[in-house]
């Protein structure tokens, strides 16, 4: 069974995991902003915040790989995460990503992916190796390179959850969902010719001006398992095509305040509230592991009862 400690590791032989640093998604920022459900959400979770009542939420984007200097303008995975903050002053995360479907179904997998992937003049031979004792990967692959583009905003790109929760209402009923942050702007990505042509760090200077200008939004979608649809596989997509807008997520500016002076915020998606419960994804259950260690890396300090159990 794989260790947070080796995935860590394994991260940090591919470039990522620098000390001071998440180990991926290294390279983000932070925003403040709203969340407002739809009549429709409380039909199908108790959660309090899908009650349609408007409360505050915490936005990350972020590009995915573990190095803080990861320049914009390349192609790759990017990130959304938020936490909800609820009436009682508690909180639970969401956390998306552009990639519809994770690389591997289970943390031994990925631990595997990650090896074969670090650089060298071996890369090559190892990948192939990998690919030949996890021919899965190939299904997976497509996915996970049709997100690998560079999109014209973090606000014109659609995110997705890799994890399946189920949704418990308040009159007991229940169902498996997957979650789709689908952007109010439309998607819009940029032709690799047009890339080379950004800087750095033109997506989050875009996003702040964007953003001076008017809010940006999210319509949020959950995706209702159909019979068949694995709830433990990242690496599986759905049949199913029945999706319910739940409600509204609205940006409304840059948050300044997080993270200064020791405060860590860690966007965990293992932190649910009642009326939302983690599916038995193996993937999702060691996030919260790593996520300790990653936060023991980059500041020293140990996540302790904060961490969600797993």
């Given at each position: 069974m794989a260790t947070p400690d080796q995935a860590i590791e394994a991260i940090r032989a591919t470039g990522g995991a620098q000390p001071g640093n998440r180990a991926l998604h290294a390279k983000g920022k932070l925003y403040r902003g709203t969340f407002t459900a739809t009549p429709e959400a409380a039909g199908l979770s108790r959660a309090a915040h899908l009650s349609g009542e408007t409360v505050p939420a915490l936005i990350r984007f972020s590009s995915g790989s573990g190095n803080p200097d990861q320049p914009d303008n390349a192609p790759g995975v990017r990130g959304l995460a938020v936490k909800f903050t609820l009436p009682d002053g508690s909180t639970t995360d969401v956390s998306t990503q552009t990639a519809k479907l994770f690389p591997a179904s289970t943390p031994d997998g990925f631990?595997?992916?990650?090896?074969?992937?670090?650089?060298?003049?071996?890369?090559?031979?190892?990948?192939?190796?990998?690919?030949?004792?996890?021919?899965?990967?190939?299904?997976?692959?497509?996915?996970?390179?049709?997100?690998?583009?560079?999109?014209?905003?973090?606000?014109?790109?659609?995110?997705?959850?890799?994890?399946?929760?189920?949704?418990?209402?308040?009159?007991?009923?229940?169902?498996?969902?997957?979650?789709?942050?689908?952007?109010?702007?439309?998607?819009?990505?940029?032709?690799?010719?047009?890339?080379?042509?950004?800087?750095?760090?033109?997506?989050?200077?875009?996003?702040?001006?964007?953003?001076?200008?008017?809010?940006?939004?999210?319509?949020?979608?959950?995706?209702?398992?159909?019979?068949?649809?694995?709830?433990?596989?990242?690496?599986?997509?759905?049949?199913?095509?029945?999706?319910?807008?739940?409600?509204?997520?609205?940006?409304?500016?840059?948050?300044?305040?997080?993270?200064?002076?020791?405060?860590?915020?860690?966007?965990?998606?293992?932190?649910?509230t009642p009326g939302i419960e983690p599916s038995d994804d193996p993937v999702l259950r060691f996030r919260t592991l790593a996520y300790s260690a990653s936060v023991k890396l980059r500041t020293g300090v140990d996540r302790g009862a904060e961490a969600p159990a797993t």
């Open positions: 631990l595997s992916l990650l090896r074969a992937s670090r650089p060298g003049p071996t890369a090559p031979l190892r990948l192939i190796g990998y690919i030949a004792t996890h021919p899965r990967f190939v299904k997976a692959l497509p996915v996970v390179k049709e997100a690998n583009k560079v999109p014209a905003s973090y606000g014109t790109v659609a995110y997705h959850g890799l994890h399946a929760f189920r949704w418990v209402a308040a009159d007991g009923s229940e169902r498996f969902v997957r979650y789709h942050l689908q952007p109010v702007a439309g998607e819009d990505f940029l032709a690799p010719d047009v890339a080379k042509t950004k800087d750095a760090n033109f997506l989050t200077r875009e996003l702040d001006e964007r953003l001076a200008a008017q809010p940006v939004r999210f319509d949020y979608q959950v995706q209702i398992a159909a019979h068949g649809d694995s709830t433990v596989d990242p690496s599986k997509g759905w049949h199913s095509d029945q999706t319910v807008t739940v409600g509204t997520l609205e940006i409304t500016g840059v948050e300044t305040e997080r993270e200064h002076g020791g405060d860590i915020v860690v966007f965990d998606p293992m932190r649910v």
